[in-house]
């Protein structure tokens, strides 16, 4: 009799397995289809230009996918990505051209930031019970308004530190390999894309991660101050936000204070698309950045195509309630 249970749970384990590889699978031979497509359609899709372009897009949306990938296998959400990064750069700004200080003290403020306002948003949450819905759309206006206050509603210029658009434009692998120009903000995303891989696979908070995510009620009754775990992971989550931020201003050499409304959409279909259940408990980083690496090619292959602002808009909407509605399927047949 007691082995019925473990059959049934090793069973349950294994096809999960199987799910997220075949998952991972389809979304790697989209991106295939995609760029088969596209390069048939334009000779100008395949050029080492549009390439670097498609992995520079990918750089800030793959960073803020990985963000909220890690709330979203919590059963959270954070609608808040996407004018974090943007008030992470303002801050930057504020402090490496108001105050004129070096760039190290600039670099820590943006993460400080995103750590300090992922953990509000977790606070508000795990203390105060408000739905990750409600609480991360608050933090989404406060910190939209906020960084048009700081700023004045004017750009912040980055002139004054010159090494400051090296963080994202410049390329540590092409002064190695002059044939491989890859921008160092890649880099940056495949660091932070191992990183998070590292935490999810092999740490504490990770398995709280995925735990939380599968049955947040279940983990407290064992004892687990999951309060504690969530906060941490919604903090977490900020810091990369900062991450992004970073790469963004450097990329533009200025902070925009109205950037980053609308960049939390692209994150959640990228985080979606590459398999990760809205539901919780379950995800993984490599997806999402095959996730991201999607909608990047996608964009610029609609915007080669000159498919016109506003229906790839359409398009993009349309992938995310297709790839919610795949995700419902999934879990309906676990």
């Not at 960073?63 to 959400?77: D, F, H, K, N, P």
Request: some cysteine; hydrophobic content about 55%.
């Amino acid at each position: 009799m007691t082995a019925t249970p473990a059959n049934g749970t090793s069973s349950a384990a294994a096809w999960l397995k199987a799910s997220q590889a075949h998952q991972k699978l389809l979304a790697f031979a989209s991106l295939v289809v995609l760029i088969i497509v596209f390069s048939l359609a334009s000779p100008n899709f395949m050029q080492m230009s549009n390439m670097i372009a498609i992995l520079q897009a990918t750089s800030v949306n793959g960073v803020l996918a990985i963000a909220a990938t890690l709330v979203i296998i919590t059963g959270g959400i954070d609608l808040s990505v996407g004018t974090l990064m943007t008030f992470c750069a303002v801050m930057a700004g504020v402090v490496l051209t108001y105050l004129g200080m070096p760039l190290p003290l600039g670099i820590a403020a943006a993460l400080l930031t995103g750590a300090l306002s992922g953990t509000i948003s977790g606070t508000l949450i795990a203390k105060m019970k408000i739905p990750p819905f409600i609480a991360t759309l608050g933090m989404m206006l406060i910190l939209k308004g906020l960084s048009l206050v700081i700023s004045g509603t004017k750009p912040i210029y980055f002139n004054d530190t010159p090494s400051f658009p090296v963080i994202s434009t410049g390329s540590l692998i092409g002064s190695v390999f002059p044939s491989l120009p890859i921008p160092n903000g890649v880099l940056i995303l495949f660091l932070v894309a191992a990183a998070a891989a590292y935490i999810l696979g092999r740490t504490v908070l990770g398995r709280y991660c995925f735990a939380l995510g599968s049955n947040e009620e279940a983990v407290r009754l064992s004892g687990v101050n999951t309060d504690a775990w969530k906060i941490g992971i919604y903090a977490l989550a900020g810091a990369i936000c900062g991450i992004a931020g970073l790469l963004i201003a450097s990329r533009l050499n200025s902070a925009q204070p109205a950037l980053g409304q609308g960049y939390e959409l692209d994150a959640i279909a990228a985080v979606v698309i590459g398999g990760t259940s809205l539901s919780g408990g379950r995800g993984t980083v490599l997806g999402t950045i095959i996730g991201a690496l999607i909608m990047s090619v996608l964009l610029n292959g609609l915007r080669i195509l000159s498919v016109a602002q506003e229906w790839q808009t359409v398009l993009t909407g349309s992938i995310i309630i297709i790839a919610v509605y795949a995700d419902m399927m999934r879990r309906r047949r676990a």
